[in-house]
């Protein structure tokens, strides 16, 4: 349901809003809302019901929801279907399923920095 692993290590559910950056060791999943940066060691997850304005790092991002910012996954993006992503994508693998919408330019790259060596742009993005 939220992604490709198994283990949820911080979760800011549906009806929950937050703002300022967060940096997780292991997975994030959001399905409230949140107007930050987001970087993880393992895998972000926005849920079909989370909005996000802001960037996110990590090896893999899953995005099911609204993200107004870029992706920096060094693995893996994926797109699930009803996504809206107004932003840059960079990632060396990348899935779009079908109804998934991208505004923003998609590099695949075959090495993207690690989120550690990474930080994320602090500016975030306009509504």
Do not use: C, W, Y
């Not at 911080?10 to 999943?29: D, H, K, M, P, W």
């Not at 809302?33 to 997850?45: K, P, S």
């Not at 695949?108 to 920095?113: K, L, P």
């Amino acid at each position: 349901m939220f992604g490709m692993g198994a283990r949820i290590d911080t979760l800011l559910g549906q009806g929950a809003e937050f703002r300022g950056n967060i940096s997780v060791e292991g997975s994030v999943v959001i399905d409230g809302r949140l107007d930050g940066n987001v970087a993880a060691t393992e895998e972000i997850t926005v849920g079909r019901h989370g909005s996000v304005r802001g960037n996110l790092a990590a090896p893999e991002v899953v995005v099911g929801g609204k993200l107004m910012g870029n992706i920096s996954a060094t693995e893996r993006a994926e797109l699930l279907p009803g996504a809206q992503v107004n932003g840059d994508i960079r990632a060396p693998r990348l899935v779009t399923a079908d109804g998934a919408q991208v505004s923003g330019v998609v590099s695949m790259e075959a090495a993207v920095a690690a989120p550690s060596e990474a930080k994320p742009e602090l500016r975030l993005a306009k509504k």
